[in-house]
């Protein structure tokens, strides 16, 4: 379908049971736990990625700061034209 890596995604998604409906995954239920998050009993989350995303969470904060403080600034408004 895709001619790359995105192939492999596509099938092992099948394989395990999802399905393309995105409507059908947003009702689905959510089971949280201490060490995962499984949605419609598919592991979604679990503990071994706890670092990783504190990661990437503390990057994308300390990059929204620095956008604020180049909006407070003036940076962008007069890159922008920003009023």
């Known amino acids: 379908m895709f001619g790359d890596i995105r192939d ?3 099938e092992a ?3 395990i049971g999802f399905i393309n409906d995105r409507s059908w ?3 689905a239920p959510a089971r949280f736990s201490e060490h995962a998050l ?15 995303m504190r990661t990437l969470a503390e ?3 300390q ?4 956008l ?8 962008f408004s007069r890159l ?3 009023a």
């Open 59 to 61: 990057r994308l904060l």
């Open 68 to 75: 604020r403080g180049r909006v407070r600034d003036g940076h």
């Open 63 to 66: 990059r929204r700061n620095r």
């Open 8 to 10: 492999l995604t596509l």
């Open 38 to 52: 499984e949605i419609a009993g598919h592991s979604v989350m679990g503990e071994w990625e706890r670092d990783y």
């Open 25 to 27: 995954w947003r009702e």
């Open 80 to 82: 922008h034209r920003i």
């Open 13 to 15: 998604r099948i394989d």
